[in-house]
């Protein structure tokens, strides 16, 4: 089903002969983007997947068949030195109606003003289209900065978005210039960070270094501008997987949450539960991030990556290779495409399969990896050797990361564990990122129970689930910071998936995206909450009927039709919840709310 309220910008298109237009319509459609994700209650597509329609030609209906959207946007860029014409469309995707069309002639150093009354413009007529929206006064803050900064802020940022180990340096190289040109544009120092923090996540330096080159640009960011999504997002990243520090991960990730709704937030927080081993809670968040943008090929490895981590290799490879199918370049896939099928007992397919990889992944110890772990599972112990010994002269080089985790993994399909924790410790004491991600590897599971292995990842991880020693089971389950921390966390996942929405939703069905036993919630309820099950789930349906019966689109709906729309299966709990929370009957509330 599409959400009414879901809309995509594509990409302006350039209608000048010039390189440096490019990189403002770019950054004009991004800026839109993020602008109209501050609205709540709008799904908006994320950059990755509006970008994958650049320069190609769509119909209404592909965009709503690909991108699961009611309405898109498209325009037009066309500049010259005194003039800059801007060209919106707004189009509904079931009837390829264009509803709205504006042009824009402005003066080409209005660049800030104009993204602002853009974005603003879209988001008036989208509510006249579609209902109720609350919007902001602004939506694009002001930049003070000189336009010609600002240009060239977008031409550095172009170059980071190819996400390529050239073009990011390049990128990175325009930025630190305008870093000294203008020292308090937040904006560079953002990008920077971003460029460094995705050479880590992607391989192209080793992750400790380059998070340890990224974080003095992201704090610099975040001492100028404290109050940005993107600085709280990159802080999140900062303190998981450089500092190690799940819990103030957590903290600026819902705080960039709150600020925006963006794919790569979800993602980042699907990130941080599978470090924990809450795999279930971890593809709720991913799920989200996947309807934001579908396009995006991290996502759709992670999706695979965690049916790897369940041990649904079947199912998990087909997710690889849409991966692998809409960014080539993309490191990760081909390394669990082998092992998903190694681990589903085709090892000489797995080995046939590294054994075709070319390229980066030959660059990356992916080919190399791969193919000693098809021998130690195929007891080929000559050649498994010789690919140890290799691997081990990569430990100290660039590709450290890599080297460590084929190590590991080969060692323990082997069954030497002690020298899989000899490794796990080493990578510990070199801060290696890769620890994080041992904890749910379902190729470690014969080691978890290893003391020191269990020593390390409580040292690394220390409220991993998996090692940390089980409480008994007492009168209060939950303590109050838990309470204050599970309330807070459940509020967010109802209004993120509108759980109630479903009529046959238990109480199980909740405790299953807290990952949490259902005592522990029904206790949460009753003192988070002073609330049971029921009463707190139909208090979420009562108010979703109060909005849908102001509806103008459900005016020809009854009463009983729009409560079963919100969430109810039976008049009779409708009728009786609505007397108990509002202290009328539906009927006699919808008569007061006509006549205001």
Not at 5 to 11: D, F, M, N
Not at 307 to 333: N, Q, V
Not at 518 to 540: D, H, I
Request: hydrophobic share 40%.
């Amino acid at each position: 089903m599409i959400e009414n309220k879901s809309i995509a910008v594509l990409p302006f298109v350039n209608m000048s002969n010039s390189i440096e237009n490019e990189y403002f319509c770019d950054g004009l459609t991004e800026e839109i983007i993020n602008a109209l994700a501050k609205i709540k209650d709008l799904s908006v597509t994320s950059r990755t997947s509006s970008f994958f329609f650049k320069n190609k030609s769509v119909t209404a209906n592909e965009i709503r068949e690909k991108l699961k959207v009611a309405t898109f946007i498209e325009g037009s860029v066309r500049t010259s030195k005194k003039k800059m014409r801007i060209t919106v469309q707004m189009i509904d995707t079931v009837d390829d109606f264009h509803f709205w069309s504006e042009t824009f002639d402005r003066n080409p150093e209005d660049i800030f003003e104009i993204q602002d009354e853009i974005s603003l413009f879209i988001a008036e007529k989208l509510r006249e289209h579609i209902g109720h929206i609350e919007i902001e006064e602004k939506l694009v803050a002001p930049i003070d900065v000189h336009v010609a900064i600002y240009r060239e802020y977008l031409k550095g940022r172009y170059y980071i978005m190819k996400l390529d180990y050239k073009n990011s340096i390049k990128g990175i190289n325009i930025l630190q210039d305008l870093v000294r040109k203008a020292p308090n544009f937040p904006n560079p120092y953002l990008d920077i960070n971003l460029a460094y923090v995705n050479m880590g996540t992607m391989g192209l330096l080793p992750a400790f270094e380059a998070y340890e080159k990224a974080q003095p640009y992201l704090l610099k960011a975040l001492e100028l501008d404290p109050n940005s999504s993107r600085s709280q997002l990159n802080m999140a990243w900062i303190e998981c997987w450089q500092n190690w520090n799940l819990k103030k991960a957590y903290e600026h990730a819902n705080k960039a949450l709150e600020m925006q709704q963006a794919d790569d937030i979800y993602l980042t927080i699907s990130n941080f539960l599978t470090v924990e081993g809450k795999l279930d809670a971890a593809r709720n968040y991913l799920d989200k991030a996947l309807q934001l943008d579908p396009y995006a090929a991290i996502n759709h490895h992670y999706k695979g990556f965690l049916y790897y981590l369940k041990e649904e290799y079947e199912t998990a490879i087909p997710f690889l290779k849409k991966a692998l199918k809409l960014d080539p370049m993309l490191p990760f896939p081909p390394i669990y495409i082998g092992i998903c099928l190694l681990m589903s007992g085709k090892p000489n397919e797995a080995l046939t399969y590294f054994g075709s990889l070319k390229g980066v992944s030959v660059k990356d110890l992916t080919k190399l990896g791969g193919e000693t772990m098809c021998y130690a599972k195929l007891n080929e112990t000559e050649k498994c050797n010789d690919g140890l010994k290799e691997l081990e002269t990569y430990l100290t080089t660039t590709l450290v990361d890599k080297a460590f985790t084929f190590l590991i993994l080969v060692n323990a399909l082997l069954g030497n564990s002690e020298k899989v924790v000899d490794l796990v410790e080493q990578a510990y004491n070199n801060r290696l990122p890769l620890v994080l991600l041992l904890n749910p590897s379902p190729i470690l599971k014969p080691i978890k129970n290893h003391k020191r292995f269990k020593d390390i990842m409580l040292k690394a991880i220390p409220d991993n689930l998996n090692y940390k020693r089980k409480k008994k089971y007492k009168q209060a389950l939950l303590d109050s910071n838990e309470i204050k921390k599970y309330s807070k966390e459940l509020e967010q996942i109802m209004m993120d998936y509108k759980l109630y929405l479903n009529p046959d939703l238990s109480l199980k069905d909740l405790a299953s995206y807290l990952e949490l036993p259902a005592n522990y919630v029904s206790q949460l309820l009753n003192l988070g909450f002073q609330k049971n099950f029921s009463e707190y789930v139909n208090t979420y349906r009562i108010n979703e009927f109060k909005e849908r019966v102001l509806l103008e689109e459900n005016k020809g709906l009854t009463i009983m039709a729009i409560a079963y729309d919100s969430g109810f299966n039976s008049k009779t709990v409708f009728n009786t919840f609505f007397k108990k929370i509002e202290g009328t009957t539906p009927n006699a509330y919808l008569k007061s709310v006509q006549k205001k």
